[in-house]
């Protein structure tokens, strides 16, 4: 795969406009929140509720969601946990990231993707991202190789994807795994091929922001390896499983945690799932509509969808360029917040940068230390219409234009 090469998203073509006419620009004083439950999500939840199968190791309902996000993803196995950041510690957990040993994760990314490196003792290591999807710069991790790295942390930020075959090649010649942080990226493929089965783990986050949830909270890790897998479902419920030769009887085969999806996050999860496909839709429609709209704009970088991916469009994010005369971009974040367009400055401390890792801030990553004050995260989830995707694009042209 050839990411050096990137093109703007698509022009989708539009389907038949649904909201109410007549709105002008005032009548948007507060845009729809995501997420937004249907009734067959809240049907979903209320008939697990009732079938008094709350949680446990073999739940019907944990199952059927799991298969169907292994399928949907197109791994062999899925695991239910509780978070995203769960995840991301089971995934190394069962790589046996210990004490001594180092990460490499990328230092524009959220938190929750470096935490984990720390519960387990182990040390994280930041690299930089590349200037134009923001995700992991495979010769910044090339640089950080060490015999001590024993993984690396690839993050599919916003919805775009890495390029995972650089990053792959790169872990592949050290003998270091490779764990994907696909937790905003339901819904991005490369090649077709959904992402998650590219490296030797995944982890998905359900938080109730992304792209499907289960009702606030939940993730999920992905592999094709069996022997993860089991030992996955263990961790996540205590460490226990059965006794070999002593049917019906468990006991913790080591210390695990207590990671359990219950079966009504399940049930909202799986009823969410089935309409991933039109969610991730109507975000690139809602993504191609800003990008024709802010076409232009002087100083304003809009996203780039890489050769022969597909961007979910988690976040749609946007770079200020600095000089022209141009407010910083964190002022025309507070323009946009008072005017009713709900904009922050996207990751505005890298991760090497704050109190949690103290000890890194003497490092130089300046792609992301670059980005972290001029990226700015525009909304283009499926509860925006066609007029709140107009307002945003105006206040958005408005507020770049105005001048220091």
Same mark, same amino acid.
């Given at each position: 795969?050839?990411h050096?090469?990137?093109?703007?998203?698509?022009t989708i073509?539009e389907?038949?406009?649904?909201?109410?006419?007549?709105?002008?620009?005032?009548?948007?004083?507060?845009?729809?929140r995501?997420p937004q439950?249907?009734?067959?999500?809240i049907?979903?939840a209320?008939?697990?509720?009732?079938?008094?199968?709350?949680?446990?190791?073999?739940?019907?309902t944990?199952?059927?969601?799991?298969a169907a996000l %292994? !399928?949907?993803?197109?791994?062999?196995h +899925? =695991?239910a946990?509780?978070t *995203?950041?769960?995840? #991301?510690?089971? @995934?190394?957990?069962?790589?046996?990231?210990g004490?001594?040993?180092?990460?490499?994760?990328?230092?524009?990314?959220?938190?929750?993707?470096?935490?984990?490196?720390?519960?387990?003792?182990a040390?994280?290591?930041?690299?930089?991202?590349?200037?134009?999807?923001?995700?992991?710069?495979p010769?910044?991790?090339?640089?950080?190789?060490t015999?001590?790295?024993k993984?690396?942390?690839?993050?599919?930020?916003?919805?775009? %994807? !890495?390029?995972?075959a650089?990053?792959? +090649? =790169?872990?592949?010649?050290a *003998?270091?795994?490779v #764990?994907?942080? @696909?937790?905003?990226?339901?819904?991005?493929?490369?090649?077709?091929?959904?992402?998650?089965?590219?490296?030797?783990?995944?982890?998905?986050?359900?938080?109730?922001?992304?792209?499907?949830?289960?009702?606030?909270?939940?993730?999920?890790?992905?592999?094709?390896?069996?022997?993860?897998?089991?030992?996955?479902?263990?961790?996540r419920s205590?460490g226990?499983?059965?006794?070999?030769?002593?049917?019906?009887?468990i006991? %913790?085969?080591?210390?695990?945690?207590?990671y359990r999806?219950?079966?009504v996050?399940?049930?909202?999860?799986?009823?969410q799932h089935k309409?991933?496909g039109?969610m991730?839709?109507?975000?690139?429609?809602?993504?191609?509509?800003?990008?024709?709209r802010?076409?232009?704009?002087?100083?304003l970088?809009?996203?780039?969808?890489?050769e022969?991916t597909?961007?979910?469009f988690?976040?749609y994010?946007?770079?200020?360029?600095?000089g022209?005369?141009?407010?910083?971009?964190?002022?025309?974040?507070?323009?946009?917040r008072?005017?009713?367009?709900?904009?922050?400055l996207?990751?505005?401390f890298p991760?090497?940068?704050?109190?949690?890792?103290?000890?890194?801030?003497?490092?130089s990553?300046?792609?992301a230390?670059?980005?972290?004050?001029?990226l700015l995260?525009?909304?283009?989830?499926?509860g925006?219409?066609?007029g709140?995707l107009?307002?945003?694009?105006?206040?958005?042209r408005?507020?770049?234009?105005?001048?220091?």
């Amino acid at each position: 795969m050839n990411h050096g090469r990137a093109r703007r998203p698509p022009t989708i073509p539009e389907p038949s406009p649904s909201e109410p006419k007549g709105h002008t620009l005032s009548s948007f004083q507060e845009l729809p929140r995501w997420p937004q439950l249907t009734d067959d999500d809240i049907e979903a939840a209320v008939a697990a509720l009732c079938s008094n199968r709350l949680v446990g190791q073999g739940n019907s309902t944990v199952q059927e969601f799991e298969a169907a996000l %292994a !399928a949907g993803q197109g791994v062999e196995h +899925a =695991v239910a946990v509780s978070t *995203g950041t769960a995840a #991301v510690h089971l @995934a190394l957990h069962v790589l046996d990231v210990g004490p001594g040993d180092e990460v490499i994760v990328p230092a524009h990314t959220f938190i929750g993707s470096a935490s984990p490196v720390v519960y387990l003792g182990a040390r994280p290591v930041f690299a930089d991202v590349t200037p134009d999807t923001h995700c992991l710069d495979p010769g910044s991790v090339k640089s950080l190789i060490t015999d001590r790295t024993k993984a690396i942390v690839v993050v599919h930020i916003n919805g775009i %994807a !890495a390029d995972m075959a650089a990053l792959t +090649a =790169v872990a592949a010649e050290a *003998g270091v795994p490779v #764990v994907e942080d @696909a937790a905003q990226a339901l819904g991005t493929e490369i090649g077709g091929r959904p992402i998650g089965g590219f490296g030797d783990l995944a982890c998905v986050s359900l938080f109730e922001q992304k792209v499907i949830t289960s009702g606030g909270e939940g993730g999920a890790v992905l592999t094709d390896n069996p022997d993860y897998a089991a030992r996955l479902r263990r961790l996540r419920s205590h460490g226990e499983g059965p006794i070999e030769g002593r049917p019906g009887m468990i006991w %913790a085969h080591e210390v695990g945690y207590n990671y359990r999806l219950t079966s009504v996050q399940a049930a909202i999860g799986l009823a969410q799932h089935k309409r991933l496909g039109e969610m991730v839709e109507a975000r690139r429609r809602n993504a191609a509509r800003l990008s024709e709209r802010l076409a232009g704009v002087e100083g304003l970088e809009l996203p780039v969808e890489p050769e022969g991916t597909t961007h979910a469009f988690w976040k749609y994010a946007v770079r200020v360029a600095p000089g022209g005369g141009r407010r910083p971009a964190g002022e025309i974040a507070a323009d946009l917040r008072s005017r009713g367009v709900p904009v922050l400055l996207r990751y505005p401390f890298p991760l090497h940068k704050q109190p949690a890792f103290a000890g890194h801030e003497g490092i130089s990553l300046p792609v992301a230390e670059r980005l972290s004050q001029e990226l700015l995260a525009l909304p283009s989830h499926p509860g925006l219409t066609e007029g709140h995707l107009d307002h945003i694009a105006h206040e958005v042209r408005r507020a770049v234009a105005v001048t220091v």
